[in-house]
């Protein structure tokens, strides 16, 4: 059979990861790994990580980043930019090359990217403009660069995003005459105020003729205080500025994101505080997802390095023994073990493309069904929530013509469905609100652990600083991103909310049946467990929904965290694994398009299929574990559990031949060629 030649190259991921026809995104990747690997590695190479202070040869990355043409990725083409169109799929693939090699240096990137964030989610034309033209690098002048200010400096006060200590006030008001605020907010961890011209922060309502909260935008030349603070000491993500900043300043009410009306004598804030984070947060959650995932495909070829030279250059072998040549890699569990991280790895970097692409997709839907629902006269967060209701059975309807061949579907049903932007928004939506929080959950947290598998292969080299490909640091950083733009158990609440909608469990059930096909066409990749695993995931479900406990206290409720989180634990890695799938199954029907692809295409598509194999059978398993603890954890004294029983059972049937895969991907690492030395400083 044939096996992997060569570690997959940018032709490769290009059509696993649907980007293989966009040129800008091809060429934003180059820019984005020139910088990673030459100044970024250079400076950890240096040490330039043990400072907690931003220091000149830091400073010297927002230049590099100019240069490279990173800044300027946000931006649409009016404004400065190169992109046109959404851009989610291209921060995520920035994020990725970048945490390649450090993380903190992808933060220092998508910082400003997060300032900008609120004005082009919910900001009126006149401020997207003004503010994302200043943030465009210029021959003739420097760049604004901004800081996000949500959190509060005191402890445990801004953990819930609900509650803010920063005030703002009507400092006057005159006839006639714009309205000046007075704005007060001390910031904590506020990544970006080393060098940031402008803030947009979060502040609350302290005046009775003010109606709500809001984001205000802050500059630097505002009148009063704007004080960058103090640098935050930090473990990780040293080549990022964090500070804790203090605001004080007078500000006109143009600043409020989204604009403002002035109803009975009161500034009524077009969007609150909350508004405009839930729209920013839904997004720059996926980027983040996938910088611990870089970490984890980063890792794979500084590891088989380790195992091949581990016994070189001392008396333990002779050149062209065994030993010599395979090292570690002589013995099973060592690629073994590797194999399973790779594994992880794909499934994490397929899920957060996956809904990086499908918020490219959702962005130009919600502008699109915005503008219908306002030709309607609908408005507002509360009408806009009533008319989507009303569209549900149709957006099912249209989840369900999804997964119907296209030459088997009723393609001018199918057509006006997808025309009405109503019920299309409510259909992506319904998957994007599962999708985003599932890869920041599980790429972050479940990554973190993965990560650890990594450093303890480099077993005797011992974890230190300087071990190759610096996955030291990574660990250390991944730790982090598991808390970054909201912690775990935010996550997993919004994920138990999102997966109970009836369309996305229309989706759960397609999903199923898609596997099962696969299964059918493929049954080397592993599409039997995904769909068993989902199949007893959904049965577990639906029984929590049905049933009480004891007390007659319903299982499956909002505020019962401890039926609802292992569950939503649970699916992530199923709906991973089975984008994973998907991806290989690209490749292989893509592949003999690409004549550099071509040559290898065999051994890449046996090769990934294995991985995927392994992947579904760790994320069935686990499934399976969580779903028996719930449901015989739970269940009713004399309930029926002979469904659930056999559901388990037909998962661990489908693991049938997963073990050959773990071991015929373990020996291909063995031999896979690579290159003579990492492409960036140890």
Known sequence: METLRTLPGDDVRQIMWRYADRFDLQMAVQSARSVARGVVARMVADGVRHSHEWTEQKDSLLKTFDEAGITAVFLDPHQGGFIEGPKNMALSLVAFELSWVDAGAATCSLANNLALSPIHERGTTEQRDHYMTLCAPAPDRAPWRGAFALTEPIPYVGVDTGVLTGKVRVDSWEEGQEPILHVEKRGRFITGMDFANYATAAVDTADPRIKSSCIIILEETDPGLFDRGAPTLKMVHQLSSTRDPVFNLKVPASRIVGGYTVKDGCIVPNYSHSEVIAAVFHRTRVPVALMTTAKLLSAVEPVIRYQRGRFRGGDACEAGSAKFELGLQQKQDAVIRLAEVWAAGEAGASLGFATARLFDQLD????????????????????????????????????????????????????????????????????????????????????????????????????????????????????????????????????????????????????????????????????????????????????????????????????????????????????????????????????????????G?????????????????????????????????????????TAFAGLRAAVDASLAGCGAARERAGQALTQVMIPEALDYPM
Request: hydrophobic share 45%; net charge negative; charged share 20%.
């Open 601 to 641: 295409l065999e051994g890449y598509v046996a090769f990934f299929s294995d991985l995927a194999r392994v992947q579904a059978a760790k994320a069935a398993g686990e499934a399976a574990k969580a779903c028996a603890s719930l449901v015989y954890g739970y269940a009713p004294a004399g309930a029926d559990l």
């Open 364 to 599: 130009p839907t919600e502008k699109a069904k915005d503008a219908a629902l306002a030709a309607k006269g609908v408005s507002g967060a509360r009408g806009q929530m009533t008319a989507l209701k009303k569209v549900q059975p149709e957006a099912i309807e249209y989840v369900n013509l999804l997964f119907v061949p296209e030459q088997e579907r009723d393609a001018a049903r199918f057509a006006a469905l997808d025309a009405d932007p109503v019920v299309k928004y409510q259909a992506l939506e319904a998957e994007a609100g599962v999708l985003c929080p599932a890869c920041k959950l599980w790429n972050t947290g479940h990554g973190a652990t993965v990560m650890r598998e990594a450093v303890a292969m480099m077993g005797g080299y011992g974890i230190t600083e300087d071990c190759p490909g610096f996955l030291f640091h990574k660990w250390n950083d991944s730790q982090l991103e598991a808390t970054y733009e909201g912690p775990e158990c935010v996550q997993r609440r919004q994920m138990s909310i999102t997966m109970a909608s009836d369309i996305f469990l229309a989706y759960v059930d397609n999903y199923i049946a898609e596997m099962e096909r696969v299964a059918a066409s493929n049954p080397e990749t592993g599409a039997a467990s995904v769909a068993a695993g989902l199949t007893l995931w959904k049965h577990t479900f639906d029984f929590l929904s049905a049933n009480k406990d004891a007390d007659g206290k319903k299982l499956y409720h909002s505020n019962r965290q401890a039926v609802t989180f292992p569950l939503a634990d649970a699916l992530c890695p199923l709906i991973a694994t089975r984008l994973q799938i998907l991806d290989v199954l690209e490749l292989a029907a893509k592949g003999p398009e690409n004549p550099v692809v071509a040559e």
